[in-house]
């Protein structure tokens, strides 16, 4: 287990390199942020030259992949550390400087145990794409075909894995601070960032996601995923079909080539639908980077190493919560909410449905350019708190990616009204799935079941595995050792130290900059 001092070490140096960028300034000036910590961003920023306008993209890009992968999450949330912030994280999401050649030459062949030129006829050297974990190259198979072959970064696992730990510890200590911190869950948090980013470090798992949402979305028309090249795939080595297109973020290009923007709109948000709600699997990293449009109209979606999943009983909820809000049902959405247990008990439902009135009722019947989707999510994120929800971690990625979809839609078409365009999708879903017929199969397939069960057992599952809510089970937390003073927990200086860590782990995700 990595020693405090260890974890201390790095984070004042990340702590140093987020100042010298400038990008503890929001966190000085939060009221939320506690007295300790705001003390410590001072004593960090001491005697740097501080820009007059943070660079944060700058600053995590300084610090590691595993800090890139944060910064990224982050640029899809305004609401959380506001617009400048965001936008300034966006350049996470285009090209960084990629590693020499040779080095991803060697990783090829110590991957296929050949030499590349066995593998690819051609492979140009100039990467067409890096990003914080793998770069994405252009090449020829000796078979003839043209292929794009991603290549994961030679050491990003193992200093990922040195750094996710530094985070899980400040996680874990921020938490200790209790209060909005602890509501949020910081832990969780991190457990989920760590197990989604695990995905991307093993390109077969990437490969088998691509695969399997190409299967999902064989029914979609206007949408598709590139085929995999299993004979030159492997955990480092990913080798799928090449993509003739334009960027999804090219609208000039794309009204240029004849497109239809507003189509294409549509039908990513569409897609997007499908994908949580009907398949229960979705592309969680849809941002203008990894869309492209076929001559032929169709959207590509690329770069499969983060997907999320969702439960049947979770989409159902999602489904009922996003119709109630189009349709301006804030009761049902409300008690959906108290159902699920997102919402305590002790409060009560009615005025819970009028404080989601007040942020969903300003957005209806208007396009999207008259809307602050900021000030949306930040009115629903001050519910969050004035109810006592906690953070659901399994929601998260969803969040992001509504965030991710909705920025794509409207750069293509700005008088887009997503709540127009998602009603009929969900309107159609939720009658398939809550109508006469489907309700009685589920009722004789869940009645053949319960007779199959003997009391007993059926107890001791239930027990064990609760469905009265509409979270899944949290991930198990790692083991962190935390920092004791004298007998127990208290604000020492090397707890201040972890506290503050929360900039590059999970208090950052929550604390407005």
Known sequence: MTAHITHIWRLLKWGRTL?????????????????????????????????????????????????????????????????????????????????????????????????????????????????????????VTTDGRDVAVKVIRPGVIDKFNRDIQTYEWAAAHVEMLGGEIARLRPRLVIANMKRWTARELDLRREAASASELSEAMEAMPGYRIPAIDWDRTTGKVMTMEWIDGIKISDRDALIAAGHDVKDIAARL??????????????????????????????????????????????????????????TGNYKRVAEIHFEAQYVPAHHNVAEFATA???????????????????????????????????????????????????????????????????????????????????????????????LQRLPGLVKRIEDAFPEKGGAPPPPPLGEVKLIRVGGGWRYGAVAVIAAAAGVLGASLLHLHL
């Not at 001559?295 to 109630?324: Q, S, T």
């Open 19 to 139: 100042a010298r960028h400038g990008a503890l300034t929001g966190i000085e000036r939060d009221p939320l942020t506690p007295g300790p910590v705001r003390r410590l961003v001072r004593v960090a920023r001491f005697g740097a030259r501080i820009p007059k306008q943070p660079r944060y993209a700058d600053a995590f890009q300084s610090i590691g992949p595993a800090a890139i992968k944060l910064g990224q999450t982050l640029a899809t949330r305004p609401d959380l550390v506001g617009d400048h912030a965001a936008n300034d994280l966006l350049r996470l999401q285009d090209a960084l400087p990629p590693v020499p050649f040779e080095t991803i030459r060697a990783q090829i062949e110590s991957s296929f145990g050949r030499p590349l030129e066995q593998v690819y006829s051609r492979f140009d050297e100039v990467p067409v794409g890096a990003a914080s974990i793998a770069q994405v190259h252009r090449a």
């Open 356 to 450: 989601l009135r007040a942020v969903g009722e300003p957005m209806r019947g208007k396009p999207v350019r008259e809307l602050s989707v900021g000030g949306m999510l930040d009115g629903l994120f001050a519910i969050t708190r004035d109810f006592d929800m906690q953070t659901q971690p399994h929601l998260l990625l969803l969040q992001k990616t509504m965030v991710m979809v909705e920025g794509v839609a409207t750069a293509l078409d700005p008088d887009i009204n997503l709540w127009e365009t998602s009603g009929p999708y969900v309107k159609n879903w939720l009658r398939d799935e809550l109508g006469p017929e489907a309700k009685a199969a589920d009722t004789l397939i869940e009645n053949w079941r319960t």
């Open 269 to 326: 948000v569409n897609a997007f639908l499908r994908q949580a709600i009907a398949e229960g699997f979705f592309h969680a990293d849809m941002h203008q980077g990894n869309l492209f449009v076929c001559p032929n109209g169709n959207i590509v979606a690329i770069d499969f190493g983060i997907m999320g999943r969702i439960d049947r009983r979770a989409r159902m909820w999602l489904a009922e919560i996003l119709y109630g809000l189009i």
